[in-house]
C-alpha cells in the first residue's frame, strides 16, 4: 500500500512524499537498520532496559528503563489506552545520557543492573514486552 503527505522542505516549498507499507507519520525504531549499544562512546545515545512496570489506579503505567549497571535510569509515566495503541513497551530503549537520573540507593541500584541483565538475555532490543 502507498500513502503520499505533503511536507515542507528546506527551502519552504511543500513537497509529497511517498510512504510504502507505514502509516502517515511513522517513526522507525531507534534501532532499524543498525546496531544499538549499551553505550555509546562518543557521547550520543545509551541503551536502557525495562526494570520496572507498575500500574496505579489512575490508569497510568510508570515505566522505568535502567543502564545495564543500574547506576542510571529514566521513568516514564504513559497513560494505558495510549500505550496499548502505540504499540506497546519495548525491553530496551536508547536516551540521551543528559536525561538520566542517578540510582541512589545500592539496593535499588543491584535490582536495576539484575533486572537489565535478565532482559538483555531474554529479548532483543525491539521486542515488545
Not at 545509551?46 to 503505567?61: G, Q
Amino acid at each position: 500500500m502507498t500513502r503520499s503527505r505533503r511536507t515542507p522542505t528546506a527551502d519552504g516549498e511543500a513537497a509529497t512524499i511517498a510512504t510504502r507499507g507505514r502509516p502517515t507519520g511513522y517513526k522507525s525504531p531507534p534501532d532499524e537498520g543498525r546496531a544499538m549499544p549499551d553505550d555509546d562512546a562518543d557521547g550520543g545515545t545509551v541503551r536502557l532496559w525495562l526494570v520496572e512496570r507498575t500500574y496505579d489506579d489512575r490508569n497510568l503505567i510508570t515505566l522505568v528503563y535502567a543502564t545495564p549497571d543500574g547506576e542510571r535510569y529514566r521513568k516514564r509515566e504513559r497513560s494505558a489506552n495510549l500505550l496499548g495503541g502505540s504499540g506497546g513497551v519495548t525491553a530496551a530503549i536508547e536516551a540521551d545520557p543528559d536525561d538520566l537520573a542517578a540510582v541512589e540507593d545500592d539496593e535499588t541500584r543491584e535490582r536495576y543492573a539484575r533486572e537489565a541483565a535478565r532482559m538483555a538475555d531474554r529479548h532483543a532490543p525491539d521486542d515488545t514486552i
